[in-house]
């Protein structure tokens, strides 16, 4: 029998390397136990000054005149963000724009790239802005948008991708961990099915940034774009980062010809002539705010190295699943129970999920809620206990077992 005392989660945290960063983030509420790190993650103490000084300093007293490093933020903080945690050589990474609107910028680009093909690959577990982006871009351009069948607790078979891929796909796209399952994909077995029938790969790393070593020159990706402000902890709505790889650079172009990816940009010329550098996909004015908190939370996790973040990620969520299956009897794991099938969060089914949540957040543990019946625990890395975990599903099984959570409403809110 497995020792599931609150001792041996005490021991577990006692032996964590990366325990003293959790004293980087701001905790106003001790008690908390947050582990909805993968939807927002925690503030750095760190981003708060970074924050507080850009404002002050350098907008406040440098004014214009900050725009002489100002510009220069979103490829260096692309650049860490792909070293740290990537797998990318520096000038194929930068951060601006929304996920969203990366994913649509590379997207059109990479079709451009294929115009005698017609179908873009996807899978329908995918997130949602992802399907509405293709399924937009399909009608627009008058493709055909294959979506997959994919399991929603244990991911993407690859079979069923290599039966829909062919001749005419263009593009396929895929998250490389499912958002609600932490289904993990095999990256480099997705580029070889896609780059062997002559199609681009577009990953969405928002789930695994940060969380899972990801290696996209190595197993080579062509295009990538994720979040910042889930295990990136760059903050709410953070401008989100894109990878090109450098060789496909100078042939593909982006739809939004903005003036921040222009050659000579100040020379204010006549017409759109893309710098040859990532810059090409950038559009406007950076969000040089939002950039710089981005820029101290990749540092923490440059700090903590992704290969132990990577470790810590398994041993909690496999200490998560280990109590939640000695615990929880009326509870189902949705998520792939082998290490390397999944990523930094765990996803449990039970019919009343969204009345746990709720319940849960009333005994200060914060988690969340993914239709149609999942409870969705992400304990982030970098700022997580073993003894949250523990105290986390010790809260619920107390939940489940004295049905506190029949106090709840049935009705999910507007925000899950
Ligand atoms: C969170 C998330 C997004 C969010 O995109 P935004 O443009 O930032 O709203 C996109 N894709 C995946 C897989 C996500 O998990």
């Known amino acids: ?58 907008w406040g007293a440098g004014l214009v005149r900050s725009w002489s490093h100002w510009v220069d933020l979103p490829t260096r903080t692309g650049d860490l963000i792909g070293s740290a945690l990537l797998g990318a050589a520096p000038g194929q990474v930068a951060v601006s724009d929304s996920t969203t609107v990366n994913l649509y910028k590379l997207a059109v680009a990479a079709l451009d790239a294929r115009p005698d093909r017609t179908v873009i690959v996807t899978d329908d577990d995918n997130f949602p802005t992802d399907r509405y982006v293709f399924e937009g871009l399909a009608a627009q351009r008058g493709l055909e948008l294959r979506v997959v069948r994919s399991d929603i607790d244990e991911g993407l078979d690859l079979d069923a991708l290599r039966d829909a891929v062919d001749e005419t796909t263009a593009l396929v796209s895929l998250s490389h961990v499912a958002y609600r399952s932490g289904a993990l994909l095999d990256m480099a077995t997705v580029n070889e099915i896609a780059h062997g029938a002559g199609a681009l790969i577009l990953w969405d790393l928002c789930h695994s940034a940060g969380a899972v070593p990801v290696e996209l020159d190595a197993t080579g990706a062509d295009l990538a774009v994720g ?100 615990w929880l009897p009326a509870v189902t794991l949705a998520t792939p129970v ?30 969340d809620y993914r239709a149609p019946d999942r409870l969705r625990l992400g304990p982030a890395p970098i700022t997580t206990r073993f003894t949250d975990v523990w105290d986390a599903l010790d809260r619920l099984r107390r939940i489940v077992d004295d049905k506190t959570y029949e106090r709840f409403p049935a009705e999910p809110s507007r925000v899950t």
């Open 1 to 58: 029998m497995t020792d599931l005392s609150r001792e041996r989660a005490a021991a577990l945290d006692a032996a964590d390397p990366l325990a003293s960063l959790r004293d980087a983030f701001v905790h106003d509420d001790r008690g908390l136990i947050y582990l909805d790190g993968n939807s927002l993650g925690r503030l750095p103490k760190a981003g708060a000054e970074r924050i507080a000084q850009v404002v002050r300093e350098e």
């Open 227 to 326: 979040c910042t402000y889930k295990y990136l902890n760059g903050g709410p709505g953070a401008p989100a980062f894109l990878y090109v790889r450098g060789e496909l650079r100078s042939g593909l172009r982006q739809p939004i010809w903005g003036w921040f990816g222009q050659r000579d940009q100040f020379e204010m010329g006549p017409s759109y002539d893309p710098v040859r550098g990532v810059e090409r996909f950038l559009t406007g004015t950076p969000a040089v705010v939002a950039v710089a908190a981005v820029e101290e939370g990749v540092r923490l996790l440059a700090e903590a190295g992704i290969g132990r973040l990577r470790t810590k990620g398994v041993a909690l969520t496999g200490y998560l699943i280990e109590l939640a299956g000695a």
């Open 338 to 367: 082998d290490p390397a099938r999944r990523g930094s969060h765990v996803s449990l089914c039970h019919p009343e999920a969204w009345r746990l949540a709720q319940a849960l957040i009333e005994e200060n543990v914060i988690p």
